[in-house]
């Protein structure tokens, strides 16, 4: 199983950018679903997760500004983030708890390689 996060770049403030994970391989199911990310000299930080019932939650600092969805037909998640500002620079991992057709009736954290999002002022 792999997942692999795109859709970083560079963005001045104000403006949009638009996540993608797309999960691939011997997947018979997912579980919850998250964006976390990490700025230089701090730790990880969860910004938004989806369960697969599609409930929502976000950190507080990104609430009205990120929208996170999924398309579980696709094995794909997305984070839509809005009014981006400067303190969103950050490396944004991808998480997925999956169930793979080799190790059913468990499901197991896969981490994405990580999209740099840089916001300048």
């Known amino acids: 199983v792999q997942l692999q996060a795109s859709g970083g770049g560079l963005v001045q403030a104000g403006g949009s950018l638009r996540l993608s994970c797309a999960a691939s391989?011997?997947?018979?199911?997912?579980?919850?679903m998250g964006w976390y990310r990490q700025a230089p000299g701090k730790q990880r930080e969860l910004v938004a997760a989806i369960t697969s019932g599609g409930s929502t939650n976000y950190a507080d600092s990104v609430k009205g500004r990120f929208t996170i969805s999924r398309d579980s037909a696709k094995n794909t998640m997305y984070l839509q983030m809005n009014s981006l500002k400067p303190e969103d620079t950050a490396v944004y991992y991808c998480n997925a708890a999956v169930m793979s057709w080799t190790k059913l009736n468990v499901y197991t954290p896969y981490w994405g390689q990580g999209t740099q999002v840089t916001v300048s002022s």
């Open positions: 391989g011997s997947i018979f199911n997912i579980n919850d």
